[in-house]
């Protein structure tokens, strides 16, 4: 702050910017400054994260609630449309809380939740295959007390090896078409995944100057009152 000096000992304070203002570097990518504390704030990020998680399930209510649960376009716009919302509130939390060094921050979280994504995706597989095992093994455990040389012995009698030929065809014509076809959803997906750090990078550098900007306002504010 400094002082205009008019008419002899008069002196107005007029607030000017502080030379270290952080409005740009800090709330971007951190500040190098001695004394200062770490630019990286792992319990944002852990919050933004938990705010990504928690707006994916309500959006995911949302659309089960209005029936695009399905393959189409329409599910496919929605999907984008709700990842991004979630990844938008993710990095502006995590920027807002941390006050310094938004665009990291909110390039973290987005990270993070991939990864949490990803760790989740793998626990419920795991959950799902376990429950899968367990009615596999009740069904060996029923196909004990069956003649079960006499089942495979009436399968080859009614199966021909043209059909197994035919059949050996048909799977591998079926799998060159899946795999042609998730081509493209590989390449849409990794667009997604790049647009969607660049979203939560985004908001995170918002919800830093957010929070900026309102300590410049109340400081502007508590020297207006010291001019008066």
């Keep these: 702050m400094s002082t205009n000096m008019s008419g002899g000992n008069d002196a107005t304070p007029v ?28 319990g944002s990020i852990f919050a933004g994260v938990v705010t990504f998680l928690a707006i994916t399930v309500l959006l995911s209510l949302v659309t089960t609630g209005i029936g695009l649960t399905g393959s189409g376009v329409g ?21 807002a809380l941390a006050v310094r060094s938004g665009l990291l921050h909110g390039f973290l979280t987005w ?7 990803l760790v989740l995706t793998v626990w419920l597989s795991a959950s799902v295959l376990g429950a899968v095992g367990g009615v596999l093994s009740q069904a060996v455990d029923l196909a004990q007390g069956t003649d079960v040389s006499q089942v495979v012995e009436d399968v080859q009698e009614n199966v021909s090896g043209e059909d197994v030929q ?3 065809e048909d799977a591998q014509q079926q799998a060159e078409e899946a795999a042609e076809d998730a081509q493209p959803a590989v390449w849409w997906t990794f667009v997604g995944m790049l647009l969607g750090a660049v979203i939560a990078a985004g908001t995170g550098v918002l919800g830093a100057r957010s929070v900026v900007t309102r300590a410049e306002a109340t400081e502007r504010t508590s020297l207006g009152r010291v001019r008066r």
């Design 111 to 117: 990270a993070t939740s991939l990864v949490a994504a």
């Design 15 to 42: 607030y000017t910017a502080p030379s270290d203002d952080h409005t740009t570097k800090d709330t971007l990518i951190g500040t190098d400054r001695r004394g200062h504390l770490s630019n990286v704030s792992w």
């Design 75 to 95: 599910a496919g716009i929605w999907s984008i449309v709700a990842l991004a919302l979630a990844l938008a509130a993710a990095g502006y939390v995590a920027g």
């Design 166 to 168: 035919q059949a050996r």
